[in-house]
């Protein structure tokens, strides 16, 4: 929900988001089913994003995360730890995200015919300690999430504070450690990519999106 007082950030303005060729990101995301991009995004971009959600967390927009969908949805803290908020097309910032965002959904169902058919998206707030266990992103009744995006909105983030994303394959062999670096993106296949969010002794900000078919 969007709070009466959405914030107005000039930061987010159409003007600034840059103009992506998605092509090779997606060549490469075909080939090894995960791609790292960091500085993806100007500064101004992402720190509107974070401003922005810092502002709607203020204004109790934010949810304590749950997991499951349906009937099934049930707040588990033993698994995950976070809070939430859905980005809106109304949204200043979040909303030039989706857009943004919906330039590569079209990349991705030119070039791999993927059928996608929206991309939505989440404020992820971690604070110091929080954590995600290992787990999927495509619910195991649905095969709607098909490509998983997390974007990171904390700048200069010290090594040492914790907080990685933790990649896996199939076979459960740790893949890489990533640290949440503002204005880095990363994309990977929802149905066969365990992952993890490590605690962090400093507060983390991302965003998680899924692109989806209707299925």
């Known amino acids: 929900m969007i709070p009466d007082s959405t914030p107005t950030l000039p930061a987010s ?14 060549d490469r995301l075909a080939t090894d089913r995960h791609v790292i ?9 992402w720190q509107a994003l974070r401003a922005e959600a810092e ?35 109304q949204m200043p910032a979040g909303g030039a995200y989706l857009r943004w ?10 070039e ?14 971690y604070p110091v300690g929080a954590f995600y266990k ?26 040492a504070a914790g907080g990685e994303l ?5 076979a459960d062999q740790e893949q890489f450690r990533l640290s949440p670096q503002g204005g880095t993106l990363v994309l990977f296949m929802s149905a066969d990519m365990p992952h993890e969010v490590l ?8 965003i998680a999106g899924w692109f989806r078919t209707r299925s």
């Open 13 to 26: 303005s159409a003007a600034i988001w840059p103009t992506s060729d998605w092509t090779r990101i997606v």
């Open 37 to 45: 991009l960091p500085g993806i995004l100007p500064a101004a971009c």
């Open 55 to 89: 502002q709607l967390q203020a204004g109790a927009s934010f949810r304590e995360a749950r997991i499951g969908r349906g009937t099934q949805v049930q707040q588990e803290k033993a698994i995950r730890s976070d809070s939430l908020c859905w980005l809106e097309p």
């Open 101 to 110: 965002m919906d330039g590569l959904r079209d990349t991705l169902n030119r």
């Open 112 to 125: 791999l015919f993927l059928g996608l058919a929206e991309f939505e998206a989440q404020y992820a707030h």
């Open 134 to 159: 290992k787990h999927v992103d495509r619910h195991r009744d649905s095969n709607a999430r098909v490509v998983s995006a997390v974007l990171y909105l904390n700048p200069d983030w010290p090594v």
């Open 166 to 170: 933790v990649m896996f394959d199939e």
């Open 199 to 206: 605690p962090a002794t400093v507060a983390r900000w991302s």
